[in-house]
């Protein structure tokens, strides 16, 4: 079982819906928690990192995590086309000394016009 | 802003040839992260360098050995290549000490063994 699980999708909405993007987790070491947005053929982009429990957010972006469930989301507000690539939801934390990223496999989004 | 710079960004290589990937992280940073893209799966982590010093190793084969530079470059040399090496290979860099946890990554270098 991968340690970082998360839907590979595609999700396609339509133009203007909110999105919600999610990673389950097995390991309680984990303590930040990151996404990325990686487009086809390019490399990941960090949108928004959080540290342990809680929301933060940016623009049209929201992150939470939830640790007691091993859960985070990625919401976005009002998608739009430009939205549409790969997000990668990935961690790091103690038991991987805060060094290399563990990544989710990544949910392919297609936003609609 | 400037990025992280990957060289060369296509490759193509036989079975049983070397090569070598070059990484220069964005200005100031210290640390640089090398992760494997095999298609429709995610980056796995390889190894990662501070101060030219290895910090921390993953799964990366013995055929592949690394290296960071005083001018915080870092080269990927990957020997008596294999058609599952073909994937897409990306660098990070971080600011140690700053905001650790935001690696930036470069394009990737896409290495195909044919």
């Known amino acids: 079982q991968k340690e970082v699980e998360q839907d590979p999708g595609p999700l396609s909405v339509p133009e203007g819906a909110i999105v919600s993007l999610n990673c389950t987790y097995s390991?309680?070491?984990?303590?930040?928690f990151m996404w990325y947005r990686q487009y086809s053929r390019k490399g990941p982009e960090l949108l928004m990192y959080?540290?342990?429990?809680g929301n933060k957010e940016d623009g049209r972006f929201t992150a939470q995590v939830d640790k007691s469930s091993k859960y985070i989301s990625l919401f976005i507000r009002d998608s739009q086309p430009s939205d549409s690539a790969t997000y990668l939801c990935a961690m790091t934390g103690m038991n991987t000394g805060f060094q290399k990223l563990v990544f989710g496999t990544g949910t392919r989004l297609l936003v609609s016009p | 802003a400037a990025g992280v710079i990957q060289s060369p960004r296509h490759l193509i290589k036989e079975k049983r040839e070397t090569a070598t990937l070059k990484c220069y992280p964005i200005p100031r940073h210290d640390t640089v992260y090398w992760y494997q893209q095999g298609p429709g799966q995610d980056p796995q982590f390889l190894i990662s360098f501070y101060e030219k010093m290895q910090s921390d190793k993953g799964s990366i084969p013995d055929r592949f050995s690394a290296q960071q530079f005083s001018d915080y470059h870092s080269e990927l040399n990957m020997s008596s290549l294999e058609l599952g090496d073909s994937a897409l290979y990306f660098c990070?860099?971080?600011?140690?000490?700053?905001?650790?946890?935001?690696?930036?990554f470069g394009p990737g270098t896409r290495l195909t063994v044919t």
């Open positions: 390991n309680s070491a984990f303590q930040y």
């Open positions: 990070a860099s971080s600011l140690k000490g700053a905001t650790v946890y935001e690696q930036y």
């Open positions: 959080t540290y342990s429990s």
